[in-house]
């Protein structure tokens, strides 16, 4: 079954709201805490808050151009249609994960450009229980304190999945 574009099409404004959410976001924080704050890596500092929304933005930018991949290929009815919509239904890499490392609260169009991408259901996994979780932390979690912690962890969701 040929990817539908009308659906293409709906994803793909979607996901282009959120992505002009993010940037906004990017650029409200470097504003905040200018361009390279200090280099510091612990989690929901300046620089890792930062990198998560240039994190979470990227990855929007790449997710629409997925989708718009998809949609082209589709409409030019070629046999790569289908490849392209499974690629684009990938979730996208550091979606939501860039949210672990910025600091709490969460600003306002994060969190809408996060609730918008849980609420579209169009993403493979577990990326609406991800986003979930990354909007109910009450802190930035990334990178850990301890990270042999951090190891057992990742190896116990691994194991429980």
Not at 1 to 26: F, N, Q, Y
């Amino acid at each position: 079954m040929s990817p539908d574009l009308t659906e293409l099409a709906h994803v793909a404004r979607v996901l282009e709201e959120a992505h002009a959410l993010l940037k906004a976001e990017c650029e409200r924080l470097e504003q905040l805490y200018g361009p390279t704050p200090k280099q510091e890596v612990t989690a929901g500092s300046p620089m890792q808050t930062l990198h998560g929304i240039r994190d979470l933005e990227t990855s929007m930018a790449s997710a629409i151009k997925e989708v718009a991949l998809a949609a082209g290929y589709t409409a030019l009815g070629l046999d790569r249609a289908e490849h392209a919509l499974a690629m684009a239904r990938r979730p996208p890499i550091s979606f939501p994960s860039g949210a672990d490392r910025m600091a709490r609260p969460l600003g306002e169009d994060t969190v809408r450009a996060l609730e918008m991408i849980r609420d579209l259901g169009y993403f493979d996994g577990d990326t609406a229980v991800a986003i979930d979780v990354a909007l109910a932390a009450p802190e930035a979690t990334y990178p850990p304190d301890d990270w042999d912690a951090w190891a057992r962890e990742q190896r116990w969701r691994a194991q429980s999945d």
